[in-house]
């Protein structure tokens, strides 16, 4: 090689190794989280040998449905937007859950990348199907041209199909499978064309279906429910239908009244699957509806439920709720609960559902509970430590809109964020790692190592209820000087709240604090103390009946390279 050459291709990699340098300065690495969850209610009724809290799973893991195979359940929660979407839980006493993954975990099956974050998956249902060995999630995707939609596999715990598209319209689409072989699809809908007679107005429908081609059979659909219970008192939102068979009887159980303060559920009757369907004389079987608003440890919402056979062979209940802090607001979504049924007479009611409900339940006997013992999923108050040192990353970390895999990558120095040309306010993709807040008095703690070249790039936490309703906690730069920001959105404005110019060597410490509804946002320098920025906050536009929509706070990893939240001019 000659010597120009030779100092020509010095001289490239010099300037390789210092642009990749400072490239690399501009992409965040995190390379520890802590989770602390610390809340009242378990902290004042500590469990005995024989109980478990109530929910089963904290945060927003809305919808529940649940299937047995043997002595496997398997429990499926609403993911809307998030990616990958329908996380799925694995549990052989209903006790202790290990998430096993997502049913919908790649592109080809989740179509959100340009869906509003309470937009994409809604209320899936599973079954088992013991006359072929298949195992069926059905849900109604609204994104990517889907619709309603069916996967199927034959291990929950080696994944999904791509989905099948369904040919019929309405939502909460549920699938049951009966003793001779025939399967039937009920759901909820709008009333025949012109025969809406008020505001909440729904149906619920069945179809015959063709398990062999994975369709309903055309021409079979039949309204079973038309509004609810007692039409003459012009019940809303009959949806999340499920059908059970016991005794020679079919049950037809649904939620009533709106996932909200009037929400409940109810149930019908028949000799046959295709109806006509008698209300049972004592509904609602659950609801919160009733009691005072200002009770304590208060439970609401209660409703859209899933019945199956537990390991004592009792009945079991999972169904959504929501637990607001002192403010009435709804921080930490519609969660996962479960409660025993009544099952002695010719209908079911839940056990202490029509009472207000406990934080503590009494455990299936002989059921050991194991819960936040290694890969059971913690209940009650626990802290999770992520120090992202393994090659898996935990099925708890969620993207949005897309796959974490777009954006992240595990280095031996941490969590590698890459960001995408798109902040947390737009509805496309972000470069952001979300975990749920799980308690109403939480932190969630992070290192952080990262330089922005710009103003255009940020990086740091958010804390999201969705792309309108947000916080923004992170570095940027303006000029030649670094600045930590605070930024506040609300009903897609967004404020800073405070912002201050900084001296660091790249690495602090980020901290979103909550008491109820009081956050407040710190940072650390390297070895030093927390010092707050923008005083005590309100978490008002982090609750879903502030916000809107479906889903609960999200705390995220956030980088961006489309930065828009500046420092204050002094």
């Not at 993954?101 to 809604?122: E, F, N, P, T």
């Not at 970390?397 to 306010?425: A, H, Q, S, Y």
């Not at 309100?538 to 009946?545: C, E, W």
């Amino acid at each position: 090689m000659k010597r120009n050459q030779v100092v020509l291709m010095m001289a490239f990699l010099t300037l390789f190794i210092f642009t990749g340098c400072n490239a690399q300065k501009n992409v965040p690495i995190f390379s520890k989280v802590v989770y602390e969850g610390n809340d009242d209610v378990y902290n004042e009724n500590p469990l005995e040998a024989d109980e478990f809290y109530n929910p089963i799973l904290q945060g927003t893991y809305p919808d529940p449905a649940i299937a047995r195979k043997g002595d496997d359940y398997y429990l499926v929660a609403s993911s809307f937007a998030m990616f990958p979407g329908v996380p799925i839980f694995h549990s052989k006493d209903l006790v202790n859950w290990t998430q096993i993954g997502h049913v919908l975990d790649r592109k080809s099956q989740l179509k959100v990348y340009d869906a509003g974050i309470s937009g994409g998956v809604y209320a899936p249902d599973i079954r088992y199907n013991p006359h072929n060995d298949t195992f069926y999630m059905i849900t109604t995707q609204f994104a990517g041209g889907f619709g309603n939609m069916v996967v199927k596999t034959k291990d929950p715990m080696e994944g999904w199909s791509d989905p099948i598209k369904l040919d019929f319209q309405g939502i909460d689409p549920a699938i049951f499978f009966d003793d001779d072989g025939k399967v039937y699809v009920v759901h909820n809908d709008a009333p025949n064309r012109g025969e809406e007679l008020y505001e909440g107005h729904r149906v619920i429908k069945i179809w015959e279906y063709d398990v062999e081609n994975d369709k309903v059979i055309e021409g079979t659909d039949k309204i079973i429910v038309n509004g609810g219970v007692d039409l003459s008192k012009k019940p809303i939102w009959i949806e999340a239908p499920h059908i059970y068979k016991k005794g020679g009887l079919y049950y037809l159980m649904c939620a009533e009244g709106g996932t909200g303060g009037w929400h409940s559920e109810v149930i019908f009757v028949s000799d046959k699957p295709m109806g006509p369907y008698e209300p049972a004389p004592s509904n609602p079987i659950l609801t919160q509806r009733h009691f005072p608003k200002d009770r304590k440890n208060k439970v609401d919402w209660a409703g859209h439920a899933d019945l199956v056979v537990g390991p004592d062979d009792k009945y079991y209940g999972v169904f959504l709720g929501i637990r607001p802090n002192d403010e009435d607001r709804v921080n930490t979504g519609r969660e996962t609960f479960i409660l025993p049924l009544d099952w002695s007479g010719k209908f079911p009611v839940f056990e202490n559902g029509l009472v207000p409900m406990e934080p503590k339940l009494e455990m299936p006997e002989g059921v050991e509970n194991k819960t936040g013992e290694g890969e059971y999923f913690p209940n009650g108050n626990f802290t999770y430590t992520e120090d992202f040192d393994s090659e898996k990353l935990d099925y708890r970390w969620i993207g949005l809109r897309g796959p974490r895999e777009d954006f992240m990558e595990i280095t031996k120095n941490g969590l590698k964020i890459t960001p995408f040309d798109v902040n947390i306010k737009e509805v496309k993709p972000t470069s952001t790692l979300f975990h749920r807040q799980q308690h109403k008095d939480f932190s969630f703690t992070t290192t952080m190592d990262y330089k922005p070249k710009s103003e255009d790039d940020l990086a740091g936490i958010t804390a999201l209820q969705n792309e309108k309703f947000n916080y923004i906690f992170g570095i940027t730069k303006k000029d030649k000087k670094y600045y930590v920001i605070l930024e506040r959105t609300e009903k897609g404005s967004s404020e800073i709240i405070a912002s201050k110019e900084i001296e660091f060597n790249d690495e602090l410490q980020l901290k979103v604090k909550a008491e109820g509804d009081l956050y407040k946002f710190s940072y650390a320098l390297k070895e030093g103390d927390f010092q707050n920025l923008g005083g005590t906050v309100s978490g008002d536009i982090l609750s879903t009946n502030v916000a809107g929509g479906f889903t609960g706070a999200l705390i995220g990893l956030y980088a961006t390279s489309a930065n828009d939240a500046l420092p204050k001019e002094k």
